[in-house]
């Protein structure tokens, strides 16, 4: 599961701006919409929605996912945030095995399936924010978290290239059945393997256990490991605090230009360099390929840097928040100008999308830094305020 515009990118579902393929004066046909299309646009989807509706199937996914992350970031806080994260999951598993269905019906259908995508997917991020504030020691935090988060890249290179190979030969509806049925095995293998704490896990190692209980000052926390005394936020507090309007600025900015790459990607690909569906998907995963693999290797450079001595926890979030900001714009740019060179642009598109991962142990990273008991609910603010972006 997870942000599936990538899914649509590559499905018979059209995008926002790819739902006529390739135009051509040569073979164009004009239908009583308006709307112009050749006879290969079939190749690419069977329904002929407009890009307004497009937009409007794209959009639904963040309207929903924007409205529940609060709810997500106290779930996780006051009851388990293992169940939240599933919950979340299972919902997007479900609604994804429907989406054909729904397509079939009508577009209204697909976007109200897509908006409850959304509110599901919402409560997903500020969960994990709060497992990782229960497993990350602090010395391995920027590392575990990347490794975490880098999850969602390494997920898109699996994903990009398997939906253009299923569409190619099975049709668009089974990529969304078998992602969907991938899922629903990932929710079971959930319930038995993960764990909201240390004090809670089952089979984990004596010697680990006590290791993460000291590191993280676990031992104040119930036997449960889930109920624990409700302590108010302060948010008068939060926010007249600095730090925590640095992260919410770094974070929408960062989400701009992470969503520009994610949802503009694969038809940039197609549109302006014509890379049909099997290179567009493969081409695509390259640079969520180049992200996962840099966020790794950032990640462990920053915490051995922090171990050494040679910086300090604020300038490492300060660096990775920078390399994800700075670079990728420089490359967006770059982009711009290199116009139908192949090689050009996928080399700054991957480069660009590597460098967005320092985000990982940047800004989102940050939230369990200054407020580890409130890490679901500060991640909520900036996420809301990054997602409008």
């Given amino acids: 599961?997870?942000?599936?515009?990538?899914?649509?990118?590559?499905?018979?579902?059209?995008?926002?701006?790819?739902?006529?393929?390739?135009?051509?004066?040569?073979?164009?046909?004009?239908?009583?919409?308006?709307?112009?299309?050749?006879?290969?646009?079939?190749?690419?989807?069977?329904?002929?929605?407009?890009?307004?509706?497009?937009?409007?199937?794209?959009?639904?996914?963040?309207?929903?996912?924007?409205?529940?992350?609060?709810?997500?970031?106290?779930?996780?806080?006051?009851?388990?945030?293992?169940?939240?994260?599933?919950?979340?999951?299972?919902?997007?598993?479900?609604?994804?095995?429907?989406?054909?269905?729904?397509?079939?019906?009508?577009?209204?259908?697909?976007?109200?399936?897509?908006?409850?995508?959304?509110?599901?997917?919402?409560?997903?991020?500020?969960?994990?924010?709060?497992?990782?504030?229960?497993?990350?020691?602090?010395?391995?935090?920027?590392?575990?978290?990347?490794?975490?988060?880098?999850?969602?890249?390494?997920?898109?290179?699996?994903?990009?290239?398997?939906?253009?190979?299923?569409?190619?030969?099975l049709g668009w509806a089974w990529v969304f059945y078998i992602q969907g049925i991938m899922s629903l095995v990932w929710c079971v293998l959930w319930i038995f393997l993960v764990f909201d704490s240390p004090l809670t896990h089952k089979f984990i190692n004596p010697v680990e256990k006590q290791f993460l209980i000291d590191s993280m000052n676990l031992k104040a926390v119930p036997a449960d490991g889930v109920k624990k005394q409700k302590v108010p936020v302060p948010w008068l507090d939060v926010l007249k605090s600095m730090p925590f309007w640095a992260i919410a600025v770094a974070h929408t900015c960062g989400n701009w230009g992470w969503y520009m790459f994610l949802v503009e990607l694969p038809t940039y690909m197609k549109q302006i360099l014509r890379f049909d569906i099997a290179e567009n998907a493969s081409l695509s995963a390259l640079p969520y390929l180049a992200m996962w693999v840099f966020s790794i290797i950032l990640s462990s450079i920053m915490d051995k840097l922090r171990k050494d001595g040679i910086i300090d926890q604020t300038a490492a979030r300060k660096i990775c928040t920078g390399i994800s900001s700075l670079l990728p714009a420089i490359c967006l740019v770059a982009v711009s100008f290199s116009g139908c060179n192949r090689p050009a642009a996928v080399a700054l598109m991957t480069v660009g999308v590597m460098f967005v991962s320092g985000m990982y142990c940047g800004h989102l990273t940050n939230h369990v830094d200054i407020a580890p008991n409130y890490a679901g609910k500060g991640q909520f603010v900036t996420f809301f305020k990054g997602n409008l972006s």
Wanted: hydrophobic fraction near 45%; proline fraction near 5%; aromatic fraction near 14%.
């Fill in 1 to 169: 599961f997870g942000d599936s515009l990538p899914l649509l990118k590559c499905a018979g579902l059209p995008s926002s701006t790819q739902a006529f393929a390739y135009l051509s004066a040569e073979e164009t046909v004009i239908f009583g919409n308006g709307h112009f299309v050749t006879e290969d646009t079939c190749t690419d989807g069977p329904f002929l929605w407009n890009e307004p509706t497009q937009g409007l199937i794209l959009g639904a996914y963040f309207w929903g996912y924007i409205l529940t992350q609060m709810l997500g970031g106290w779930l996780a806080e006051k009851h388990s945030a293992k169940w939240v994260f599933w919950t979340s999951v299972i919902v997007n598993a479900v609604l994804t095995l429907i989406t054909p269905w729904a397509a079939n019906v009508h577009f209204g259908l697909v976007i109200a399936v897509r908006f409850v995508e959304g509110l599901g997917a919402g409560i997903s991020l500020p969960a994990m924010h709060v497992l990782l504030s229960k497993w990350a020691p602090p010395t391995e935090k920027g590392r575990i978290s990347s490794f975490t988060y880098a999850g969602m890249s390494l997920g898109t290179v699996i994903s990009l290239p398997f939906s253009g190979v299923l569409a190619g030969k």
